[in-house]
């Protein structure tokens, strides 16, 4: 599904039972870091915006935070003879190999300096186990370990869950697609996020997918 084939769901009033999700708004997947995501700076403003508006009417806003060890089995640099973008699926691991990324206590790691991060609630962290990784803010990629993030949620009474932030077609989808799995109306802010597109068409797929799935697209201003 291209981007002007989507329906935007229109006037979307929040209330205390909405959550904002801010997936991975990291130095390294800025356009100068380590894993660009084309034009990820570009949606800064647009955030702080979206952040606003959330923290204004008192709700939930929770940032996740790609945080790798540096052996993380993720990295084309553990696997002697492998490159960045390689195919590599292992348990856990793949469907590619990533150029490091987001070790933790960088600079790479740290969210945008002109992100506004003091107005969330939570940050919940992810990819810590060198053997796993993790795209999706709620479950990491062996399909067993939760991070924390749907017993918050579900401790706040949070119904509906807004996703942006990056990348797209990995941590931004995966956390979309499991938020449906752990019973939250799922809206994902089209505007709000930029892609990665490897393989190519993934972009396009990883939309078609969340559609399937009864995901709702909205960009900034369905917000009233
Ligand atoms: C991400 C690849 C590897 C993301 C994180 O935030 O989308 N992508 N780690
Ligand atoms: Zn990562």
Known sequence: MDFDEIKYVIDITISKTDALIIVDMQ????PNGTLPVREGNQIIPGINQIIKIF????????????????????FASNHPGKNPGDKYQIEAIGPIL???????????????NSLEISYARAIIRKGMNPEI???????????????????LLKSLNIKRVFICGLA?????????????????????IVDLTRGIDIPEGNISQTLSNMKVKGIKFANLNSFV
């Open 133 to 151: 990784d993790s795209f999706s803010g709620f479950l990491e990629y062996d399909k067993k370990t939760k991070t924390g993030l749907s017993g």
């Open 55 to 74: 923290y204004e009417k008192g709700e939930s806003i929770v940032l996740t935070q790609d945080w790798h060890p540096k052996t993380h089995k993720s």
């Open 27 to 30: 130095n390294d997947f800025m």
């Open 98 to 112: 990533w150029p490091n990324h987001c070790i933790q206590g960088t600079n790479g790691a740290e969210f945008h």
């Open 168 to 188: 797209l077609d990995y941590c931004c989808y995966f956390t979309a697609m499991d938020g449906v799995d752990f019973g939250f109306k799922v809206y994902f």
